[in-house]
């Protein structure tokens, strides 16, 4: 178990401060965004951070982003309604 501590704080350490670790799967490392950035800013954050952690830990770990639900109240009360014409 400490190795998979001391991974998790090594990635912790280099990744930039806009992202947040949520969990690690592997040879993913899955991250949430602390703020709003524009889709291609938020692609550029993913992919430099992907590029760090591969030079300085392991040539085979990858990025994702952790998806997020939709939050639409809306759309989450008419999930499964049909639409008759």
Known sequence: M???ADLSNRIKCILDSRLELERIQGKHVIVTVKGKL??????????DAEKRLRKQL???LEV???PKGDLNKLRLQ???VGYES
Request: aromatic share 10%; no cysteine.
């Open 78 to 80: 008419l999930r499964g």
């Open 64 to 66: 994702f982003l952790e």
């Open 58 to 60: 392991d040539t085979k």
């Open 38 to 47: 524009s889709t291609a800013d938020r692609g550029a954050l993913l992919l």
């Open 2 to 4: 400490s190795n998979f």
